[in-house]
């Protein structure tokens, strides 16, 4: 694991004036796929990725849409919440798994496994009975999601060079978006015409079509390398991470007692303090203590899990103030927080010639700035009672932030270690994205609740439900309104702070030179075959 710091330089080797056909067209010929290679197969791999990925982004927010008529179906509701956390886990304590199994038993093997778990777990989930089943089920959707995008990451890293990998993650982070945009329009429709168990159908044509290209087209590097994937490293983070989530998250069982939470932390700790300690002795670590004290790639992961808190935070909080404190419905809220999505896709666009040419360390710094304007406007939004279309113009700021952060964070990271760790590198940063998300909103929560928890009038369900709200006496809903929008300001000065400290951290990154690898993974390996 080697770089070269000093005056940070543009990154790119291949003429940025190319558009992607001629773009694809020299990488096949001369510095990409050789003569042991196919553009053809290239571009197979990369759309069978693409489908793989919609599998994986498209699943929550359809699902999210059909869960209160599948409430209503199978009963249960003091189980809700737990539909959703488990998934949220099982996907969270498997990312790291998955990233060293694709360093050790190679890349195909382990994202059509995880393609076949995700699928198992959606035909399980379609057929479930009760509740106890269908989060079960879920659980297993969750341990098949949890090896997709890192793995789809991954192997982007492996057959693109840096350069052309910054074009094709723009166009990934567009497809992305997309998808997770059409999420709900498609949960609704397909609820109110075929049923909530076609929720589950509805991805498995994409995971079908991607696993035929990816068998058919993708072959795996044949270097012999470690086949040791750390199971107690492995068990240990996952209790760590099950733990915390838990102890953060708003899911224990009915009646549960102060026992409930003193036996999570207990368990935390002792979790914690094994992992440390086998970490530091293990000779192939699923999380390497060199990777937190590197400074690309520990920059990277502490800087994911910040820009993880802010962006489920937001998703998860602004909905919150738009419709318990300034009384809009469901469509209000989510035309506030859509455009975010959709700058969030734009920006990818954006963030791929300013990788290239500025280097990863500007291009994360000018994300972080941005993230932190909006945050700033949506604190002064909330103080100053912003028209919604103010809101959602500062939020939208956000979005264009995001785009630079992540894909910033990324490819620092991947550029940074050689073939054998790429799994492994790619895999924790995703962890460390969304195990700080999980982890930050149900802080925030926890600090939320408190805060609203003796001074509101109404509650919470009267004022999300239009047709309760109406119900409340005027001087009531105004000052149950008023409680939330005081709260939910210390909870937007949280997400401002963690936002500066995105800011703080990418300023780490040391100045680089990116490694000039004329093709990533030897790509025409990859693609022969």
């Known amino acids: 694991m080697s770089m070269d710091c000093g005056e940070e330089i543009p990154v790119s080797t ?25 553009l053809v197969d290239r571009r197979f791999v990369t759309a069978a990725l693409m489908l793989v990925m919609v599998l994986a982004s498209m699943e929550q927010t359809v699902t ?29 304590i498997s990312m790291p798994i998955y990233g060293r199994l694709a360093d050790t038993l190679g890349r195909r093997i382990v994202i059509l496994c995880a393609i076949g778990v995700f699928a198992t777990g959606s035909l399980l989930a379609s057929s479930a009975q009760t509740m106890t089943q269908l989060i079960i089920f879920r659980g297993i959707q969750g341990l098949g999601a949890g090896g997709i995008m890192p793995v789809v990451l991954t192997i982007l890293g492996d057959i693109y060079t840096l350069e052309e990998r910054a074009r094709v993650q723009g166009l990934f982070s567009a497809v992305w978006g997309t998808s997770s945009l059409a999420g709900p329009a498609l949960g609704a429709l397909l609820v109110r015409t075929l049923g909530w168990r076609s929720i589950f159908y509805v991805n498995l044509p994409f995971g079908l079509l991607g696993m035929i290209a990816l068998i058919w ?19 240990s983070l996952g209790l760590l991470c099950m733990s915390l989530l838990l102890l953060v998250g708003d899911v224990a069982p009915a009646g549960a007692g102060f026992w409930w939470p003193l036996s999570l932390g207990l368990a935390a700790a002792i979790a914690g303090i094994y992992f440390v300690r086998h970490e530091r002795r293990t000779a192939n670590p699923i999380l390497p ?32 103030y738009v419709q318990g404190g300034r009384g809009g419905g469901a469509i209000g809220s989510a035309s506030v927080v859509t455009p975010v999505m959709l700058t969030w896709a734009l920006s990818g666009i954006v963030a791929a010639p300013m990788v290239v040419h500025l280097g990863f360390r500007r291009t994360a710094t000018f994300g972080t700035l941005m993230i932190t304007t909006g945050f700033t406007g949506l604190l002064l939004a909330a103080i100053f009672s912003f028209s919604p279309w103010m809101l959602t113009a500062v939020l939208a700021i956000t979005g264009f932030g995001f785009g630079p952060t992540s894909m910033s964070y990324l490819l620092s990271a991947q550029e940074t270690v050689e073939w054998k760790q790429r799994g492994l590198v790619t895999s924790n940063v995703m962890f460390m994205r969304t195990a700080g998300g999980a982890l930050g909103i149900g802080a925030l929560g926890g600090l939320f609740t408190r805060l609203i928890s003796s001074n509101l009038a109404a509650t919470p369900q009267q004022l999300l439900d239009p047709s309760l709200r109406k119900q409340i006496p005027q001087h009531m809903l105004a000052a149950s309104q008023l409680v939330v929008c005081h709260a939910l300001l210390w909870v937007f000065l949280a997400m401002l702070a963690a936002a500066v400290m995105g800011i703080l951290v990418t300023r ?11 093709l990533a993974m030897h790509a025409a390996e990859a693609m022969a075959g």
């Open 289 to 320: 203590p060199n990777f937190l004290t590197h400074p690309v790639i520990g920059t990277s992961l502490m800087g994911s899990m910040l820009m993880g808190i802010c962006f489920l935070s937001l998703d998860t909080f602004v909905p919150l």
């Open 64 to 92: 999210s849409t059909a869960m209160p008529t599948i409430i209503g179906k199978l009963k249960g509701i003091e189980h809700y919440s737990w539909v959703a956390s488990i998934y949220l886990l099982a996907c969270t």
């Open 14 to 38: 291949v003429d940025p004036k190319l558009g992607p056909t001629e773009l694809f067209h020299e990488v096949a010929t001369g510095t990409g796929l050789g003569t042991a290679g196919s």
């Open 217 to 235: 087209k993708y072959r795996d590097r044949g270097d012999k390398h470690s086949t040791d994937i750390d199971l107690p490293g492995a068990i």
């Open 508 to 518: 780490r990154i040391p100045a680089r030179k990116a490694a000039r690898r004329p």
